[in-house]
């Protein structure tokens, strides 16, 4: 798909979804972005000067119908009181799903892809010492480095801990 195809798609779908009575902005930038390093996210919606710009993953250009399905749930985040997946922005993907045949979710699900969203190696462990509650890093970060400078969420201090066998899915 082209980057003037890709462009059109998008304001077709957001006078579609206007045409619903969904409050669509009309301060979109008018390029789609294509992140070729994304590997976590299908798309990403992102506002600066008031004017909100649909970033997504060049993974999600090889399916046409998925493709729309992201430009749409990215579309609803830029709706009023619709910046995360609370009630509101749930409402509107109930009714673009209905009334578009569509599945947009909060999440994507990983059966089916070609490339799970989220596929970390987990190299090291924090683990608060009031809780014992456990936080697992992939990459090596201020936290890991240096735990003592920092909290859980609970108040405790936090240590690192070796791992034997790490898990293969990173934890959060």
Known sequence: MTQEELN??????????????????????????????????????????????IEVSARQLEDKEKLRQTLAHE??????????????????????NEALGFSIQRL??????????????????LECQSCGAKLYRSR??????????YRCPCGGKLKRINISSPPSEGKR
């Open 8 to 53: 059109r798609e998008l304001m077709e779908l957001a006078e579609t979804l206007r045409g619903m009575g969904i409050p669509v902005s009309r301060k979109l930038a008018p390029q789609v972005i294509v992140n070729t390093r994304a590997k976590r996210r299908l798309g990403c919606c992102y506002v600066q000067n008031g004017v909100y710009s």
């Open 108 to 125: 994507a699900p990983a059966e089916g892809e070609t490339a799970p969203l989220r596929h970390d190696t987990v190299k090291y462990v």
């Open 140 to 149: 090596m970060s201020k936290a890991v480095k240096s735990p003592w400078r």
């Open 75 to 96: 579309l609803l985040h830029t709706c009023p009181g619709c910046r995360n997946h609370g009630e509101r922005w749930k409402a509107y993907a109930q009714k673009v």
